[in-house]
T-cell receptor, first 113, second 112 residues
Framework: AQSVSQHNHHVILSEAASLELGCNYS??????LFWYVQYPGQHLQLLLK??????LVKGIKGFEAEFIKSKFSFNLRKPSVQWSDTAEYFC???????????FGKGTRLHILP | DVKVTQSSRYLVKRTGEKVFLECVQD?????MFWYRQDPGLGLRLIYF???????EKGDIPEGYSVSREKKERFSLILESASTNQTSMYLC???????????FGSGTRLTVV
């Protein structure tokens, strides 16, 4: 069975700091990987996704993630965060040809102005 | 843009009541899903459906059932609501060729 582990439950950063949120998954086969974001009071939105090809994926709002197959990781990065990045971030995995996506428990990111 | 609409944003129900949560999508997606979201637990899959009248249990189906009589509508049913079902419920749909999900805005259910 697939599972997703997010390393940090709560992260606090100052504006302009660099961000890296860790995500590891467990599944031996081909996977599709996602990062979703939920801003306060809003619904979940897709930040970026990896299906195949270049393991460095660029998403919206300056976010990127790198798929490292040997480490079963898909860490989210942003070089300089803004106050508006305050949100909860979810890593998710979908085994290829499977209908469902499994989510991690989420990381709450709080950016200090 | 795909739109996933959940009929209620907030609901308050009494213990033992039968509760229906409705979800409608407008893009002819095959797959639809119900999750519940709880602090510190992330999103947990309750049930999903890959076609009309087809359903599969997710990770936490106990106490819930679902109905999919039409492709665009996927209902979550709490047969006899209990306080531990107080949660945020999220519906999602997916086109099989797209892999990613589109989520509704959620229904915050409180069972008293």
């Amino acid at each position: 069975a697939q599972s997703v582990s997010q390393h940090n439950h709560h992260v606090i950063l100052s504006e302009a700091a660099s961000l890296e949120l860790g995500c590891n998954y467990s599944y031996g086969g081909t996977v599709n990987l996602f990062w979703y974001v939920q801003y306060p009071g809003q619904h979940l939105q897709l930040l970026l996704k990896y299906f195949s090809g270049d393991p460095l994926v660029k998403g919206i709002k300056g976010f990127e993630a790198e798929f490292i197959k040997s480490k079963f990781s898909f860490n989210l990065r942003k070089p300089s965060v803004q106050w508006s990045d305050t949100a909860e971030y979810f890593c998710a995995v979908n085994a290829d040809r499977d209908d469902k996506i499994i989510f991690g428990k989420g990381t709450r990111l709080h950016i200090l102005p | 843009d795909v739109k996933v609409t959940q009929s209620s944003r907030y609901l308050v129900k009494r213990t033992g009541e039968k509760v229906f949560l409705e979800c409608v999508q407008d893009m002819d997606h095959e797959n639809m899903f119900w999750y519940r979201q709880d602090p510190g637990l992330g999103l947990r899959l309750i049930y999903f459906s890959y076609d009309v009248k087809m359903k599969e249990k997710g990770d936490i189906p106990e106490g819930y059932s679902v109905s999919r009589e039409k492709k665009e509508r996927f209902s979550l049913i709490l047969e006899s609501a209990s306080t531990n079902q107080t949660s945020m419920y999220l519906c999602a749909s997916r086109d099989r060729s797209n892999y990613g999900y589109t989520f509704g805005s959620g229904t915050r259910l409180t069972v008293v």
